[in-house]
C-alpha cells in the first residue's frame, strides 16, 4: 500500500512528469551540458581565448585543436566554450529584464483599466516592428555593449502575456471576493493574480530565453552587438564566412551550439506547456 501511495505520488510529481518524456528529459540534459561546460570554461579551455598562433591558423580538427583552430590560429573550442557563456549570460539577462518589466508594466495595464490604453498601444507600438530591426535600432542608439544589448532584446521581448492573463483573472470571483474584503491591491496582485498567472510566464520565459540568444548571435553577426572583441556564437559565425570553403569547422560548431541551445529550450517549453497545463496534461 505505501509503495503504491508514494509511486502514484511520484507520478504527480511535476518534475517527475517532465523526465517522463524522452523529449523533454534529453533536451533538459542537453542544456545543462551547454550551460555547465560554458560556466567552466576557464578549468576546460585548453587555451586561453585570445591566444595566437599563425603557425596553426585553419588547421583543422584534431589532438591539438578538437574543434579546429580560426584565421588567426586561436582555438575553436576553446573560444566555443567562451562564446556560450557570454550568449548564456545575455540570454539569462534578458529572460529576468524583460520579464520583471513584463510583470510590472502587464499587471499595470490588465487590473487598472486607465492605464490599460496607454500601456497596451505602448507594446502595440514596439510589435509593429520586426524584432530584429528594433532591437538594432535600440543597440545603435545606445552603443555596443554587453548592457545595452541586454536592455535592447529585454525591451523587444517583453511578455504581453501577462496583460492578457490578468485580464482574465481580474475577472474571478476570489479576486472580487478579496476586493470587496478590503485587501489590499498590492496584496491582491502579488497573491491572487501574480501565483496564478506564473505558469504562462515559465513557458513563456523559456521562449525568450531562446529569442534572445538567436537575436544576440544575429546582432553579432551583423556586427552591431557585444564588442568583437569578446567571443560570441555569432561573431564566430561571421568571422569564419569567408573561410567557409577552407574551414568550414569555423562556422559549423557555433552554428550546431546555436541550434542545439535553441532546439533544448523550445522543447522544454513546449514540455512546460502541456504539463502545467491542465487541460493538455489531462490529455495526455
Known amino acids: 500500500m505505501t509503495l503504491t501511495v508514494s509511486t502514484a505520488a511520484r507520478r504527480d510529481n511535476f518534475f517527475w512528469q517532465l523526465l517522463n518524456r524522452p523529449a523533454c528529459a534529453a533536451a533538459l540534459v542537453l542544456l545543462l551540458l551547454i550551460m555547465a561546460t560554458s560556466l567552466a570554461a576557464p578549468w576546460l579551455a585548453p587555451y586561453p581565448p585570445a591566444k595566437l598562433s599563425i603557425m596553426s591558423r585553419l588547421s583543422a580538427p584534431g589532438l591539438s585543436h578538437f574543434f579546429g583552430s580560426d584565421e588567426l590560429g586561436r582555438d575553436v573550442f576553446t573560444r566555443m566554450l ?74 523587444v521581448y517583453m511578455a504581453r502575456v501577462v496583460r492578457a492573463s490578468t485580464l482574465v483573472v481580474r475577472e474571478l470571483p476570489y479576486v472580487e471576493a478579496a476586493k470587496a474584503l478590503g485587501v489590499p491591491t498590492p496584496m491582491i496582485l502579488l497573491r491572487h493574480i501574480l501565483r496564478n498567472i506564473a505558469s504562462p510566464l515559465l513557458v513563456q520565459a523559456t521562449f525568450i530565453f531562446a529569442n534572445a540568444i538567436l537575436a544576440e548571435a544575429g546582432l553579432s553577426f551583423l556586427g552591431v ?60
Do not use: E, H
Open 225 to 284: 552587438g557585444i564588442s568583437p572583441d569578446i567571443p560570441t556564437w555569432g561573431t564566430m559565425i561571421s568571422q569564419g564566412r569567408q573561410y567557409m570553403d577552407d574551414a568550414p569547422w569555423i562556422m559549423l560548431f557555433p552554428g550546431l551550439a546555436i541550434l542545439l541551445t535553441v532546439i533544448s529550450l523550445q522543447l522544454l517549453g513546449d514540455a512546460l506547456r502541456d504539463c502545467l497545463d491542465p487541460r493538455l496534461s489531462k490529455g495526455a
Open 82 to 155: 567562451y562564446a556560450g557563456q557570454t550568449s548564456v549570460m545575455v540570454g539569462a539577462a534578458v529572460v529576468v529584464f524583460a520579464t520583471l518589466a513584463g510583470i510590472v508594466l502587464g499587471l499595470a495595464a490588465g487590473y487598472f483599466r486607465r492605464l490599460d490604453t496607454p500601456v497596451s498601444r505602448l507594446i502595440d507600438a514596439m510589435m509593429s516592428f520586426p524584432d530584429i530591426l528594433l532591437a538594432i535600432a535600440l543597440v545603435a542608439a545606445l552603443g555596443p555593449t554587453a548592457v545595452n544589448v541586454i536592455i535592447a532584446l529585454g525591451t
